[in-house]
């Protein structure tokens, strides 16, 4: 007769510790989680740079498409050499394509009546300062005759959203186009 042999089982024993390890998990989470977060929180700064870079894009995309159909850049109003917002103002167009971006609402003028360049004035630093630049003029006689081109030219002075982009940036955008005769 057979008898059963018997087995013994034996309970695996892990590695052999020396010290207790039970906060290792913590300090490594301390030192890796910083790196962690600046990546994430920089790569949204990032994203938020390239998306006021492209707005400002399209504000002078459209800015400059409808300066190249405005009956008179120039126009006397109150005694000075303002855009005549007809059929809109430009400082309108440019705030419809970039929705996001505070634009700056001061009107576009001139100094002279032949002047080439409008301006807002002194720059608002945080919103979209515009500056339209005529050629070879801005007044009516010259934008009439559907000969020469218009340049919008927007700048923004803006703060990234956290370190370590937190510095403050500064964003241009330029677009030309020919006039267009009535």
Known sequence: MMVPH???V???RGPHRRGD??????VEFALVAPLVFIMIFGLIGGCFLAYQNSALHDGA???ARLA???TSLATLTNGEYCESDNPSSIESAVAQASPLLTVNPAPLCATTSTSATLTQGAPVTGDVNIVVTCTPRCDAADLDSGSGSVSV??????????????LTYNL?????VPVLSP
Not at 21 to 26: I, V
Not at 153 to 166: D, E, H, N, Q, R
Request: proline share 3%; aromatic share 0%.
């Open 21 to 26: 390890e039970s906060g290792a998990t913590l």
């Open 61 to 63: 995309t459209a800015g």
């Open 68 to 70: 190249s159909i405005e």
């Open 10 to 12: 034996r309970r695996a």
């Open 172 to 176: 241009s955008a330029t677009s030309q």
């Open 6 to 8: 018997r087995t013994t």
């Open 153 to 166: 030219a927007l700048t923004l002075s803006t703060k990234g959203l956290v370190a370590p982009i937190g």
